[in-house]
C-alpha cells in the first residue's frame, strides 16, 4: 500500500520533503507551509505559529492522507512534550488522522534505541537550545554536550551545508554520548548520517529520519492492530 502523507512545515523548509520522502520509500507527500517571518522560532513566536498550523491542517482531504507530520522541531519542543502532545492531539481531531510530530518522534527513537545520553547539533539560538536541553531531560535524556550554528535568520539556516554539519558534528560528538542528534528539519543529512555513524561507531539521528521512522512506526501498528 502506498502511504499517502501530509506534511506541515515552516514555510522556509526547503530540505524536509524532500528528504522525508526519500526516507518513506518514496510516499505522495502534500506539504502545508506555515507562515514565519526571517527570524528563527522562539518562544514568542510559537503561539501565533501554532494557531497558523491547525488553521492549515483544515485543508486537508482524509481521502488522500492517511498520516499527518507536523515537521517543526523546535515548534514543538519548545513548549515541553505536554504542549506538544496537546497540539498533536488538536491536528488529529481537525484532520481525523493520526498524527506525529518531529519533537516527539526526538524522544521516541532516542528510547527506542535506548540512548540516555546526546550529543546534540543545533542551529538554534541559546534561549532555544535551553528549551531543547530541558526537553530531552524532562523524557530523562542528558545532553553531553550541544553545540549550534546560531542561525539568526530563514536565510542562514538554510545555507548550512551538509559539510558543515559534519564538521560541527565531528567537535560535538562526545565519548560518554549513547547517540548524536541532530535536530531542526531544515538542516541536511539525509547523505551524511551513515557516514557519522561510521565515524563514531554509534547512532546517529536527524530530525527528519527520525521523523520518517516514527511515522511508518505509527503506521505499521494501525496496521497490525
Not at 117 to 135: C, F, G, I, M, S
Not at 137 to 143: E, K, P
Not at 163 to 189: G, H, K, V, Y
Amino acid at each position: 500500500m502506498t502511504v499517502k502523507l501530509g506534511l506541515m512545515v515552516p514555510a522556509n523548509n526547503t530540505t524536509m520533503e524532500t528528504e522525508l520522502r526519500v526516507w518513506m520509500d518514496g510516499a505522495p507527500c502534500r506539504t502545508l507551509r506555515i507562515p514565519r517571518g526571517k527570524g528563527l522560532l522562539g518562544p514568542a513566536e510559537i503561539p501565533a505559529y501554532v494557531e497558523q498550523a491547525l488553521e492549515l491542517a483544515k485543508a486537508y482531504d482524509p481521502e488522500q492522507t492517511d498520516i499527518v507530520a507536523y515537521g517543526c522541531t523546535a515548534a514543538g519542543f519548545i513548549g515541553g512534550p505536554a504542549r506538544d502532545a496537546e497540539i498533536q492531539q488538536k491536528l488529529t481531531v481537525i484532520t481525523g488522522k493520526p498524527v506525529v510530530t518531529t519533537a516527539n518522534a526526538m524522544i521516541a527513537v532516542l528510547n527506542h534505541i535506548g540512548a540516555q545520553r546526546v550529543a546534540v547539533v543545533t542551529p538554534y539560538l541559546d534561549l532555544v537550545n535551553e528549551r531543547l536541553r530541558h526537553y530531552l531531560a524532562q523524557s530523562g535524556i542528558t545532553v553531553t554536550r550541544l553545540d549550534s550554528f546560531k542561525a539568526e535568520t530563514t536565510d542562514a539556516l538554510a545555507a548550512i551545508t551538509p559539510q558543515e554539519i559534519i564538521a560541527l558534528a565531528r567537535e560535538t560528538m562526545t565519548t560518554d554520548a549513547d547517540a548524536m542528534f541532530i535536530a531542526c528539519s531544515q538542516l541536511p543529512t539525509k547523505d551524511i548520517l551513515a557516514g557519522l555513524e561510521s565515524d563514531f561507531a554509534r547512532p546517529v539521528w536527524s530530525s527528519i529520519k527520525a521523523t520518517a521512522w516514527h511515522a511508518q512506526r505509527v503506521l505499521a501498528a494501525r496496521v497490525a492492530a
